[in-house]
């Protein structure tokens, strides 16, 4: 009799702990599922990596008001904590801008002044390539043709003085005027350009400049870490055939640019921002596409 009740008892005990392990497992598979990335998370980094002007607010949230179409309208707004008792909070939500994001034209737009006059926000369209953002916004993809012909390209407005275009396209920034002057493409791996620069060029966006008879110059910005840098291209069907840093910023020194209507490329140095910039070469594309020492 008592070998049956020591049985029965460890049978219970093997039961109930079975039963105890299951909420463990539940709970790490529910840890899991939380850390998945969610379609808010992506609008959140996409408004992070944007160039809005968030009139110096840095701890914002944000908020997807609705979903039209491929449409994404963003709220950006704060939390202030408005109550006289520290025991008792009390939040009161601020707006300080409103946006849409288009997903398959990969655009972001401002519009809080004006909603009929959006303004566009440049901002890391690498998030949406690394995202799979239509999933998980539940938006649908729609084809987009990869081919750029000659009449779809949007060109840069010569001359280029490299203090405007910074002014305009960097710092302090002034979207519609970078978008107007000085047109930019955001490099992706899988572009058809990629093919034509090779591993020699990885830049974080370019731009292309008026066509040269047969030459295509454009210029490729690398700005995404400490050391920005700037190369001037020449390409002829589909091939680089000449190249020149024209920019460099390295925390020592400035090496910037200025390329006049008829493509004369001058360089200048100077140690920081505060001294006047000093000439010291100049160059232009030969008749082969070459960039030269200008005689």
């Known amino acids: 009799?008592?070998?049956?009740?020591?049985?029965?008892?460890?049978?219970?005990?093997?039961c109930k702990d079975s039963k105890l392990e299951k909420p463990n497992d539940s709970l790490k598979e529910t840890s899991t599922k939380n850390l998945e990335i969610t379609c808010g998370d992506i609008v959140y980094q996409i408004v992070k990596s944007s160039k809005l002007d968030l009139r110096g607010q840095n701890d914002f949230l944000t908020k997807i008001d609705r979903i039209e179409g491929d449409n994404?309208?963003?709220?950006?707004?704060?939390?202030?904590?408005?109550?006289?008792?520290?025991k008792v909070k009390q939040i009161v939500e601020s707006t300080i801008a409103w946006l849409v994001l288009n997903v398959n034209d990969q655009k972001l737009y401002n519009t809080s002044a004006d909603p009929d006059n959006p303004i566009e926000v440049e901002f890391d369209k690498n998030i949406l390539s690394k995202n799979d953002i239509f999933s998980l916004c539940q938006i649908e993809k729609k084809e987009v043709k990869k081919s750029l012909s000659n009449d779809k390209i949007r060109y840069s407005i010569l001359p280029i003085e490299?203090?405007?275009?910074?002014?305009?396209?960097?710092?302090?920034?002034?979207?519609?005027?970078?978008?107007?002057?000085?047109?930019?493409?955001?490099?992706?791996?899988?572009?058809?350009i990629a093919k034509v620069f090779s591993n020699n060029f990885h830049p974080s966006d370019y731009m292309?400049?008026?066509?040269?008879?047969?030459?295509?110059?454009?210029?490729?910005c690398n700005t995404d870490s400490d050391i920005e840098s700037y190369d001037l291209v020449i390409l002829s069907d589909n091939k680089v055939i000449s190249s020149l840093e024209i920019?460099?910023?390295?925390?020592?020194?400035?090496?910037?640019f200025n390329i006049s209507k008829d493509y004369v490329i001058s360089l200048y140095k100077r140690k920081n921002t505060t001294e006047k910039k000093v000439f010291y070469?100049?160059?232009?594309?030969?008749?082969?596409?070459?960039?030269?020492?200008?005689?």
Do not use: H, R, W
């Open 1 to 14: 009799m008592k070998k049956i009740l020591i049985i029965i008892s460890l049978i219970l005990i093997s």
């Open 72 to 86: 994404v309208t963003i709220q950006v707004y704060i939390e202030n904590n408005v109550s006289e008792d520290p």
């Open 162 to 192: 490299f203090d405007e275009y910074y002014k305009a396209c960097v710092n302090p920034y002034d979207s519609i005027k970078c978008d107007n002057n000085y047109p930019k493409y955001f490099f992706k791996e899988d572009d058809a």
């Open 208 to 220: 292309y400049l008026p066509k040269i008879k047969d030459y295509q110059p454009m210029i490729l």
């Open 247 to 256: 920019g460099l910023m390295d925390g020592e020194s400035l090496t910037q």
């Open 281 to 295: 070469k100049s160059y232009i594309i030969d008749n082969k596409g070459a960039i030269v020492d200008k005689k």
